[in-house]
C-alpha cells in the first residue's frame, strides 16, 4: 500500500508564503509525476501544478510566477513554495501521484488527505 502525507499548511496573511511538502512512503517501485490540486469552498478540485520524474514542470495560469513546485526523488517527496499569496488561493490542497509498486504492474493514482492553506486580506 502507498501513502501521500502533506504538510506545511496553515494560515498566512495575503503577499505571504507558505511551503507545502507532500511525502509519498509504503510499498514503491516507481513515481511518474506527482501533482498539487486545491479545492476551495463550493468549487471544483482545480489541478494547481505538476512535476514529472525530470522535472518538467507546468501551472494553472492564476500561479504562474507565484508558485514552484519541485521534487526530491531520493525522497519521494513533492514540494509546492507558494509566494505572493491571495486571498484567492485558500483552499485544500492535496497531492497526487502516479506510482507503481512492481515493475509488472501498471500506474496508480494515489491522494493525499489535504492540507488547508488560508489567506487573510
Known amino acids: 500500500q502507498v501513502q501521500l502525507e502533506e504538510s506545511g499548511g496553515g494560515a498566512v496573511q495575503a503577499g505571504g508564503s507558505l511551503r507545502l511538502s507532500c511525502a509519498a512512503s509504503g510499498s514503491i517501485f516507481s513515481i511518474n509525476l506527482m501533482r498539487w490540486y486545491r479545492q476551495a469552498p463550493g468549487k471544483q478540485r482545480e489541478l494547481v501544478a505538476i512535476i514529472s520524474s525530470g522535472g518538467t514542470t507546468n501551472y494553472v495560469d492564476s500561479v504562474k510566477g507565484r508558485f514552484t513546485i519541485s521534487r526530491d526523488n531520493a525522497k519521494n517527496t513533492v514540494y509546492l513554495q507558494m509566494s505572493s499569496l491571495k486571498p484567492e488561493d485558500t483552499a485544500v490542497y492535496y497531492c497526487?501521484?502516479?506510482?507503481?509498486?512492481?515493475?509488472?504492474?501498471?500506474?496508480?493514482?494515489?491522494w493525499g488527505q489535504g492540507t488547508q492553506v488560508t489567506v487573510s486580506s
Open positions: 497526487n501521484a502516479d506510482v507503481k509498486v512492481a515493475a509488472s504492474v501498471g500506474w496508480s493514482a494515489y
